[in-house]
């Protein structure tokens, strides 16, 4: 088993995104409830669609523990194109690509957004297990601070609350790499985490995962 940990942040998007993205969404319902609650201070929302344990907004970095992620199938957009089983993936944002006859055309919901789309869809379309998966958008944990100070890390806030402790205990243990969310790499500062590289790799990745699902449903 491979598992990471990942931060995303909850950017601003550009004009052009935001305005090609906007006339998509006076049709598109799905997507005006997304648009409409984006700005808001307590959205968790990504511009992207990037899959992650934690989130961060800034510019004073704030991050919450959005959930845990595991991947049970992989999917060709020729498969969902062709079985009746995957359709529901047909209409969601990131399809990126129809198949017709096998060959894949550009299909992006908000616009051409991706020149790199061919690319992309080398890849599996990746779904998750839902027995083993939870993600918490509503009211995430708050788990840390970074304040802007150069060469700094994040700050947790394990003193204040006893499940930020018990989420810290897990992911950064005395025995553990000196990682944390973030690096002090100023280009690259939320480099993900290879977990079994940072704990060992004799860590026990099925305990862990049980104890970050109770973490992400509110469970201590």
């Known amino acids: 088993m491979k598992a990471y940990v990942c931060v995303y942040r909850h950017p601003i998007p550009s004009r052009r995104d935001r305005r090609l993205t906007e006339s998509?969404?006076?049709?598109?319902?799905?997507?005006?409830?997304?648009?409409?609650?984006?700005?808001?201070?307590?959205?968790?929302?990504?511009?992207?669609?990037?899959?992650?344990?934690?989130?961060?907004?800034?510019?004073?970095?704030?991050?919450?523990?959005?959930?845990?992620?595991?991947?049970?199938?992989?999917?060709?957009?020729?498969?969902?194109?062709?079985?009746?089983?995957?359709?529901?993936?047909?209409?969601?944002?990131?399809?990126?690509?129809?198949?017709?006859?096998?060959?894949?055309?550009?299909?992006?919901?908000?616009?051409?957004?991706h020149d790199d789309w061919q690319r992309r869809c080398d890849a599996p379309y990746w779904l998750f297990a839902r027995e083993q998966s939870q993600f918490n958008m509503v009211n995430p944990l708050h788990v840390a601070t970074y304040t802007g100070i150069k060469g700094a890390v994040e700050t947790w806030h394990s003193s204040r609350d006893r499940q930020v402790a018990r989420l810290e205990a897990i992911l950064f243990p005395p025995s553990a790499s000196a990682r944390r969310l973030r690096t002090t790499h100023p280009q690259i500062p939320h480099r993900q985490i290879d977990l079994l590289a940072h704990l060992g790799q004799h860590a026990d990745l099925n305990a862990l995962r049980s104890h970050l699902l109770e973490l992400a449903t509110g469970s201590s």
Do not use: K, M
């Open 24 to 113: 998509v969404g006076a049709s598109n319902p799905t997507l005006r409830r997304f648009l409409d609650v984006y700005d808001d201070q307590n959205c968790f929302y990504d511009w992207g669609d990037d899959p992650s344990f934690f989130a961060a907004s800034g510019p004073v970095w704030e991050y919450f523990y959005i959930g845990v992620g595991t991947v049970s199938l992989g999917l060709t957009r020729q498969t969902i194109w062709s079985h009746d089983r995957y359709a529901r993936y047909r209409d969601f944002f990131n399809i990126l690509a129809r198949s017709s006859d096998g060959v894949l055309e550009q299909h992006e919901t908000f616009h051409r957004y």
